[in-house]
């Protein structure tokens, strides 16, 4: 293979994997996930049944007791889940966070946490980046972590931090060189592991936030809370650089789930616009209706590619941060395109929550939002690709 090569499968890939999670996925229907955004719930049976298929550490090296597969696996996993109207997120952070661990955790951290996250005995969901003063501007955050000879003492809030309530650990990015103190803004900020067992009621304090779709997202609280110096990954200061390491892994994840989700949506209309009949005829049968889904579909396959390509050069150790942040924006917009074209192709019963159309739609629209935005998306294709004029 020559250095320019990489090597992408264009079929079905992982057959085996996907085979298993529609398997998994026939047993959570429609009516179980609306139920569960009822009460703000969190879907335990389900994450419990990915992690005994030990799908949920597909990520984590087999010396640990995970899989030990490409990302490109993991990928197709979360992918699967959301093209089957189930819901990725509530365990997806496993994946996406996976990587600062296993490329900067010490050994004895890998050792004490990874097999109890591959054996599905503890639980790494929670990812605490974003502030609620500075947002998208994380060099800026507040949340600060000062050395007490082995200890640390932390101090701070974090917002929209999902999935706090239902994790054991939580990845939690803080400064511990005052601004003023460093070179670079980039400089000086630090990840730390959290056990979330011990620190609840000990310094961390958790909120539900009720949002927009059932994301169990929270606030967090954080005073004066103690942490071991071993809780710290990696060196100290150098965690925004880690956490940047992770981006185009979790674009590439990300883009997947959009896939996903988009291809439920283009399914579910393809099958009432052949079924719903209006004037006479099903309403498929109208262009009005048809060349919308159509364009969906087109945009979701391009994005898909985009996606693949992406994962692929990541596997191969190549860059791919222009792939990782295209596939993130490409799979975004045909998502949500896939969504509004399947609430206007079920007319008033796309807005029944019976149908579960609705819920996807909340659902679909996070994806330009969260874990980045469209424009930060954006920023980085100007910049880095373009070579443009740093916009912000
Ligand atoms: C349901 C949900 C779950 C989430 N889960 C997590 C989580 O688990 N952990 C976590 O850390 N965070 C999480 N987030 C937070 C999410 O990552 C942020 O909301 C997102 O990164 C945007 O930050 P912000 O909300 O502070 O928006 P801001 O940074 O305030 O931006 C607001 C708007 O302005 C735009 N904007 C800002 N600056 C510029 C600029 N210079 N140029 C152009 N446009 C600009 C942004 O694109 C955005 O549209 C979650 C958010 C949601 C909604």
């Not at 189930?86 to 365990?91: H, I, V």
């Not at 969901?125 to 500075?134: C, D, L, M, R, S």
């Not at 994840?253 to 005829?281: I, N």
């Not at 159509?294 to 391009?302: D, F, G, S, Y």
Request: charged content about 25%; overall charge negative; some cysteine.
């Amino acid at each position: 293979m020559s250095q320019d090569t990489v090597s992408l499968d264009l079929g079905e890939d992982y057959p085996e994997l996907r085979d298993s999670i529609r398997r998994i996925c026939a047993r959570y229907p429609l009516d179980y996930w609306a139920k569960l955004e009822e009460t703000s719930g969190y879907p335990s049976e389900f994450v419990a049944e990915l992690t005994e298929g030990g799908f949920l550490a597909a990520l984590v090296p087999e010396e640990y007791g995970g899989a030990g597969l490409p990302l490109r696996a993991a990928a197709v996993i979360l992918e699967e889940i959301n093209a089957n109207g189930c819901q990725a997120s509530p365990a997806h952070a496993q994946m996406y966070i996976m990587g600062t661990l296993l490329r900067h955790g010490t050994e004895e951290q890998k050792q004490k946490y990874l097999p109890e996250i591959a054996a599905g005995t503890l639980r790494l969901q929670a990812f605490g980046v974003t502030e609620p003063t500075t947002g998208s501007d994380t060099t800026q955050l507040k949340t600060r972590a000062v050395r007490d000879g082995d200890h640390y003492v932390i101090d701070g809030q974090k917002v929209f931090t999902s999935r706090a309530l239902y994790s054991d650990l939580m990845l939690l990015l803080a400064r511990t060189t005052p601004l003023d103190q460093v070179a670079k803004k980039t400089d000086g900020i630090s990840v730390f592991l959290i056990d979330l067992r011990e620190a609840r009621g000990n310094g961390i304090d958790i909120r539900p936030i009720r949002a927009l779709m059932n994301h169990n997202t929270t606030e967090v609280f954080i005073e004066n809370l103690r942490v071991p110096a071993s809780a710290l990954v990696g060196q100290e200061g150098k965690g925004f650089r880690y956490i940047l390491d992770g981006m185009n892994a979790e674009r590439i994840l990300v883009a997947s789930e959009c896939v996903g989700d988009g291809r439920y949506m283009v399914k579910r209309a393809v099958e009432y616009a052949g079924e719903r009949v209006v004037f006479g005829r099903p309403i498929g049968a109208n262009q009005g209706v048809q060349f919308p889904i159509a364009r969906a579909h087109v945009e979701l396959e391009a994005a898909d590619l985009m996606a693949r390509k992406a994962a692929a050069l990541f596997d191969g150790g190549r860059p791919c941060g222009a792939e990782a942040n295209m596939a993130k924006h490409l799979a975004a917009e045909a998502t949500w395109q896939a969504a509004d074209t399947a609430l206007q192709t079920f007319g008033g019963f796309g807005y029944a929550s019976e149908y579960g159309i609705e819920r996807k739609w909340r659902e679909c629209r996070i994806y330009q939002t969260a874990p980045i935005s469209t424009n930060l998306v954006l920023a980085y294709v100007g910049q880095h690709v373009l070579g443009l004029p740093r916009s912000y």
